[in-house]
């Protein structure tokens, strides 16, 4: 076996790992919009919970899941290279103190401009003062999520730095069945009570907070961690983390703004946007999270060490079979998700107070999102990339690149594609965040293997249509099906055309798109 196929099935072996977990967590999430949809279904109280839900969020994904936990898994590993683990608790100590102290001053100006907060996300929510009272309401509840969730990214970064993946990407799939689990029992006891059921679910979203952060605790104290916090803002390391922190949180901040447009405009549509909006988004993020995460993380560390030894070639064979790998699972899962839009949500939401127009809604949304799923598939291979080559800002502006596209988009057509241009912009901006980001690449390594990733996108694109054209033919059967007839028809249509694209993948090639399946694949 060549130095290059050790490393594509390297990579694969990478992302069936974190995948694992990322599924676990991922079916649970849909299990929690599942009871979300069907309690509440999309409207007034739903539309309150996405904006309040999200406020929070927005810093959580800026500050805790993303720049932080890299920042500290750095700083942390750094130091104990070199001081050894003893002196490395201390810093762990000082530095969790510190941003501790900080997001529990963030989390209090959150309780204090709440309803800021809001009318600043929602400017929509003025014309329903029930509403607006709701979403500052829930604001508040799950404002200290933030803080939670922040001291879970700082221990899932020790944990990362000692060896210990696992434990930390299934933490997530914790917060998801304690949230869940807390919410419902609530649920009817404030029903009951005559308090509005969605403070139920606000709730439960602190508690599975809680639980993320406290499942990690055993595994760091069994490895000496004494929990012994300061506030050390002046200590070095506790300044450098801070300082390692900032291009991503820059980077990450277009993302975000992307999230706030997408908020402002959809809370300006008619009710219930925001919740088909967010129910279609989910969907759309599983297959996302599965094998975008997956690649992204597993194709880092190859891309570093072949970059670091100067490399090039190695690297760009890396880049071609990464492509091909993610598309091979992106381009039938967009299709799939344009054409069995309406099936697959109504199987999966329309109960309770889940309507049959709110699943048409929601499927629409879905159509559009699941536009970008490629795209988004290309950004997550793409970028380790420039990382890998210390080149962090191309992807930075790749990114507001894709924020431009999406505010144009949607400012344009807004008016007559109402939250669907919502849905439209993210896709068109992502999609040039790709093609920017696989330019800017191919002039920084020269000679990029367009030839293979050309014949095996041909390829691809030909298992894709002949799947695709199944999966039209079993829609227009499944249109108005009910109860048994559409789970068995929906499942078995995808179970189906899951086994026939891949075993004409089998046949024809490319190979990359059967890696992720090889149990067999032997790391390097």
Request: aromatic share 12%.
């Amino acid at each position: 076996m060549g130095k290059e196929e050790k490393s594509f099935r390297k990579i694969a072996a990478g992302a069936r790992a974190v995948t694992i977990a990322v599924l676990l967590s991922r079916l649970l999430g849909l299990v929690r919009e599942q009871v979300l949809a069907g309690f509440f279904g999309a409207g007034l109280q739903m539309d309150a919970y996405v904006v309040a839900y999200r406020i929070p969020n927005l810093l959580r994904d800026l500050l805790a899941e993303g720049a932080l936990a890299a920042a500290f898994v750095t700083v942390f590993t750094q130091h104990k290279e070199k001081w050894g683990l003893e002196k490395t608790w201390r810093l762990a100590g000082r530095a969790l103190g510190t941003i501790l102290v900080l997001v529990i001053l963030l989390v209090l100006l959150g309780e204090i401009f709440a309803r800021e907060l809001v009318n600043l996300l929602a400017p929509g929510f003025k014309a329903n003062p029930l509403k607006e009272n709701l979403a500052v309401e829930l604001t508040r509840i799950m404002f200290p999520f933030l803080a939670l969730v922040s001291v879970s990214a700082v221990f899932a970064g020790m944990l990362n730095a000692l060896g210990i993946f696992f434990l930390p990407a299934a933490s997530s799939a914790v917060f998801n069945l304690v949230s869940i689990s807390v919410g419902v029992l609530l649920y009817f006891v404030f029903v009951k009570l005559g308090y509005p059921p969605i403070l139920a679910m606000a709730i439960g979203v602190v508690t599975g907070g809680l639980a993320q952060a406290a499942i990690q605790v055993p595994a760091l104290k069994r490895r000496g961690f004494s929990f012994k916090l300061s506030f050390a803002p002046k200590d070095p390391y506790v300044k450098k983390i801070f300082h390692l922190m900032l291009p991503s949180v820059i980077g990450l901040s277009a993302v975000q703004l992307n999230i706030f447009i997408n908020t402002y405009f959809a809370s300006l549509c008619e009710e219930g946007s925001l919740s088909w909006l967010s129910y279609a988004f989910r969907l759309m993020y599983v297959p996302l999270g599965l094998f975008g995460v997956a690649l992204a993380t597993a194709i880092l560390p190859v891309a570093s060490a072949q970059a670091g030894q100067g490399d090039f070639s190695s690297l760009r064979k890396t880049y071609s079979s990464g492509v091909l790998m993610a598309l091979s699972l992106a381009l039938p899962s967009g299709i799939g998700l344009i054409i069995l839009a309406k099936p697959i949500i109504q199987l999966i939401f329309e109960r309770g107070r889940f309507s049959e127009a709110d699943t048409l809604a929601t499927a629409s949304a879905l159509s559009f999102f699941a536009l970008a799923l490629p795209a988004y598939a290309l950004t997550k291979v793409t970028s380790p990339i420039f990382y890998a080559l210390h080149r962090p800002k191309i992807p930075m502006f790749s990114s507001f690149l894709s924020v431009a596209i999406n505010l144009i988009t949607v400012v344009s057509l807004v008016h007559v594609l109402s939250f669907r241009a919502i849905a439209l912009g993210t896709s068109l901006g992502i999609t040039a965040q790709a093609i920017f980001q696989i330019a800017f690449l191919a002039k920084i390594l020269k000679k990029l293997e367009f030839g293979k990733i050309t014949k095996g996108v041909v390829k691809l694109s030909f298992a894709v249509t002949i799947m695709g054209g199944i999966a039209y033919f079993a829609r227009e059967i499944l249109w108005d099906a009910k109860g048994p007839l559409l789970a068995l028809g929906t499942l078995g249509t995808i179970a189906f055309c899951a086994g026939l694209y891949f075993g004409i993948i089998k046949l024809i090639g490319p190979r990359e798109g059967l890696y992720l399946f090889s149990l067999t694949a032997k790391k390097k």
